[in-house]
């Protein structure tokens, strides 16, 4: 299953091209964009030091803990037992795509904080009501799944939040939505990937034209689960140079909503 959307930033602008546009897909770690705007709307204060652990409360009851092995980032894992800014947890989430951290800034807000961001969003399909490796809780139908619209809406929905834009453009796996991309064009995005799923939004800003959302999910045996190799991310590349190509086609009116400045990750 291949969905593809893709849209003028400007303004509520419907897209210009879709495919299977609500077709329900494994969130993977694009949920993690929607945990980082409960946070940061919740008012925590990011600068606050909280525990680095490695147990947390399922949503069906009990306790569950994430596996290393399955994680992209090893910097949250060596500083188990120890206290840092909530701040590098939520910047390490989306930067490095880092399962530990998404799961200490999940226990920072709520899983109803979570679905309050696709509600505003105007998400119509997607949910991700529990936390990564919550195993229990997908064993009794309680599942992450997005659909490339919902996507698209959800990034659309940080257009006053600028600084949640730069952070995603500092995201470290550029291999799929940024590889079909010239090495200089700014883009703000996430991805996610596991056996059997890659997928991936992003905010594409071009120097000659008004910026543009695309969110490509793809599901089925291409995707390896690789972080950087996986062949499904060389699919996306190809899709995303695709609408790069044609992006004065996609585009009306340059929109009033400028994001931040380029920033690089702290």
């Known amino acids: 299953m291949l969905s593809v959307v893709v849209a003028p930033w400007a303004g ?69 037992g ?30 109803q904080a979570v679905a309050e961001v696709w509600r505003r969003a105007g998400a119509t399909r997607s949910s991700t009501p529990r936390g990564i490796e919550d195993y229990a809780a997908r064993a009794r139908g ?54 059997g799923t890659r997928l991936s939004v992003g905010l594409v800003q071009s120097a000659d034209c008004p910026p543009y959302l695309i969110a490509v999910c793809y599901t089925g045996p291409l995707a390896d689960g690789t972080d950087r190799t996986d062949p499904a991310a060389r699919l996306l590349a190809r899709i995303s140079k695709a609408a790069w190509d044609r992006r004065e086609q996609i585009s009306g009116p340059g929109s009033s909503i400028r994001p931040a400045p380029p920033r690089s990750a702290g």
Request: charged content about 25%.
């Open 12 to 80: 509520q602008a419907e897209p210009v091209f879709v495919r299977n546009p609500d077709e329900l897909h494994d969130a993977a770690s694009t949920m993690k964009v929607a945990v980082l705007a409960a946070l940061c709307r919740s008012g925590a204060n990011l600068d606050a030091e909280v525990p680095v652990v490695n147990r947390f409360e399922s949503v069906v009851g009990g306790e569950f803990g994430n596996d290393p092995d399955w994680d992209s980032d090893p910097l949250p894992w060596e500083l188990l």
């Open 82 to 111: 120890t206290h840092v800014p909530l701040r590098l947890l939520a910047e390490r989430m989306i930067t490095h795509s880092s399962n530990l951290a998404t799961n200490i800034c999940l226990a920072r807000t709520t899983p």
């Open 142 to 195: 309680v599942h992450n799944r997005v659909s490339a619209r919902d996507l698209v809406r959800l990034l659309r929905s940080l257009a006053e939040e600028p600084e949640l834009l730069a952070l995603l453009e500092c995201n470290e796996f550029r291999v799929d939505l940024a590889a079909g991309l010239p090495s200089n064009t700014r883009i703000a995005f996430k991805n996610g990937w596991f056996p």
